[in-house]
């Protein structure tokens, strides 16, 4: 079983940065993509970005030139670089790895005040 944990969200001001960090422990199953989902408050969860085995990443766009996201296999662990956060980047954010199942994270807050 697969078990995520996240870390490195709070609140900062406008234009700050931030990285968070998705460590993964439990089974030694091979991890394919890993990714970074948000919510904000009263809206449905949506995709952030991801990065494949390969290195190949993807991203929202609302999110592209300020995010980057990026990964350690050896660590188990995915990166959610955040450059010049916005208001609207506010909300829970998960990071979500696929081996044979989808495995989510319990999600860390990230606030950006105006």
């Known amino acids: 079983q697969v078990q995520l944990v996240e870390s490195g969200g709070g609140l900062v001001q406008s234009g700050w940065s931030l990285r968070l960090f998705c460590a993964a422990s439990?089974?030694?199953?091979?991890?394919?993509?890993m990714g970074w989902y948000r919510q904000a408050p009263g809206k449905q969860r949506e995709f952030v970005a991801e990065?494949?085995?390969?290195?190949?990443?993807n991203y929202a766009d609302s999110v592209k030139g300020r995010f980057t996201i990026s990964r350690d296999n050896d660590k188990k662990t995915a990166y959610l670089q955040m450059n010049r956060l916005k208001p609207e980047d506010t909300g829970i954010y998960y990071c979500?790895?696929?081996?044979?199942?989808?495995?989510w994270g319990q999600g860390t807050q990230v606030t950006v005040s105006a």
């Open positions: 979500q790895f696929i081996t044979q199942l989808h495995h």
């Open positions: 990065i494949s085995s390969g290195g190949v990443t």
């Open positions: 439990g089974s030694g199953e091979s991890i394919n993509a």
